[in-house]
């Protein structure tokens, strides 16, 4: 997660700096207070950065397969760790299908987004 956070932090700072203050202030002078206002202003208008924040980091911890080997023990184990074991103790293609569902899920992902916020406003 250590690796991503770069990553997360400028997808967050950049919906951030796209949010316009006016409407924030625009509830508060109609009586919404600062709860409410965050929950129901700021936070949907940060939905797509939080969202794409996650996506770094789920692929970052993904990717960084040897840091997690050394990290995790026998009670935690992360995914690519356990899809490693499971490679190791047994000779079954479950784990290949479960590569391909990631994938997929990877690409569904993706083409969602473009078809909801488009590429260009990113």
């Known amino acids: 997660m250590v690796f991503a956070l770069p990553f997360a932090i400028r997808a967050l700072s950049a919906n951030l700096l796209g949010l316009d203050p006016r409407i924030e202030e625009a509830a508060r002078n109609l009586g ?3 709860f ?3 929950f129901v202003i700021v936070l949907p208008q940060l939905k797509s950065g939080i969202l794409a924040a ?3 980091i789920f692929v ?3 990717d960084n397969f040897s840091i997690a080997v050394f990290l995790t023990n026998d009670r935690t184990k992360v995914l690519p760790v ?3 074991q499971y490679i190791k103790d047994f000779d079954d293609p479950t784990v290949a299908a479960m590569a391909t569902a990631l994938i997929v899920l990877s690409v569904i992902a993706v083409a969602m987004l473009e078809k909801l916020m488009g590429f ?3």
Do not use: D, H, I, N
């Open 32 to 34: 919404a207070g600062p």
């Open 82 to 84: 356990a899809a490693y």
């Open 54 to 56: 996650s996506v770094f």
């Open 60 to 62: 970052e911890a993904l």
């Open 36 to 38: 409410r206002t965050f």
């Open 120 to 122: 260009q406003r990113a």
